[in-house]
């Protein structure tokens, strides 16, 4: 079956600028979670939906940073006003359900580069 | 506080070698998950294993095996008759029981030389 999508998989911006990045879970699947992962680093939590609501944003660096999953199924991280340190891969995640015991399926990942 | 450690950065082996990829941990909680993720040179990250802290049973899945020991907070990952396809970059991921928020090192690349 399909697993996790994220679009784009590249995006190229200039600081500055608003970005949106896409991800489409796995069918069925109630918790959706953003990572972000640094060059040579292990993925590092952003914010994680129970169905459409957000649980969790502890991990968002600031208030550019914002997410949404308005139908409990595809979820938008937007980052506003980019700057280059937000350059890095950023990942979604979809699990069946919360608990830790279901593994959370990673989707490819977009690579953002902030010029 | 929380925290992976993967001391090995990088491996090189040759075809058909053993090896180990070592993993760390540190929690506080008695009831905690471990995980191990490989990532390709594609970029996905794949799912490999999950593990309670209530288990401590050596696993075994083809040329892959486990070893998980709270006594040393390891949980080691070993490949057996490594081939080319294993080339990669390994994570090892800790979640605490009622936690969704996974830890995770900052992984072992693994090359495998033909």
């Known amino acids: 079956g399909a697993g996790v999508s994220q679009s784009p998989r590249y995006k190229v911006t200039k600081r500055g600028q608003d970005v949106a990045l896409r991800c489409d879970p796995i069918?069925?699947?109630?918790?959706l979670y953003w990572y972000r992962q640094a060059l040579g680093q292990g993925p590092e939590f952003l914010t994680y939906?129970?169905?459409?609501?957000?649980?969790?944003k502890s991990g968002l660096p600031n208030d550019r940073f914002s997410a949404e999953r308005p139908e409990g199924s595809i979820s938008t991280l937007t980052i506003q006003r980019t700057e280059q340190r937000d350059s890095a891969m950023y990942r979604c995640?979809?699990?069946?359900?919360?608990?830790?015991?279901?593994?959370?399926?990673f989707g490819p990942g977009t690579r953002l580069t902030v010029l | 506080a929380q925290k992976v450690t993967q001391a090995q950065t990088e491996i090189s082996v040759v075809e058909k070698e053993d090896v180990t990829l070592d993993c760390v941990y540190e929690?506080?909680?008695?009831?905690?998950?471990l995980f191990w993720y490989k990532q390709p040179p594609s970029g996905e990250l794949v799912f490999l294993i999950r593990?309670?802290?209530?288990?401590?049973q050596n696993e075994i899945s083809g040329r892959y095996s486990w070893n998980f020991q709270k006594s040393t907070s390891s949980f080691n990952f070993t490949i057996t008759a490594s081939q080319v396809v294993d080339s990669a970059v390994y994570f090892c991921?800790?979640?605490?029981?009622?936690?969704?928020?996974?830890?995770f090192g900052t992984g072992t690349r693994l090359k495998v030389l033909a």
């Open positions: 995640a979809s699990s069946l359900t919360a608990s830790v015991y279901n593994e959370q399926f």
């Open positions: 939906f129970n169905y459409e609501a957000q649980q969790d």
């Open positions: 929690t506080r909680d008695t009831t905690y998950y």
């Open positions: 991921a800790l979640a605490s029981s009622g936690t969704y928020k996974y830890i």
């Open positions: 069918s069925g699947h109630v918790s």
């Open positions: 593990r309670n802290s209530f288990d401590e």
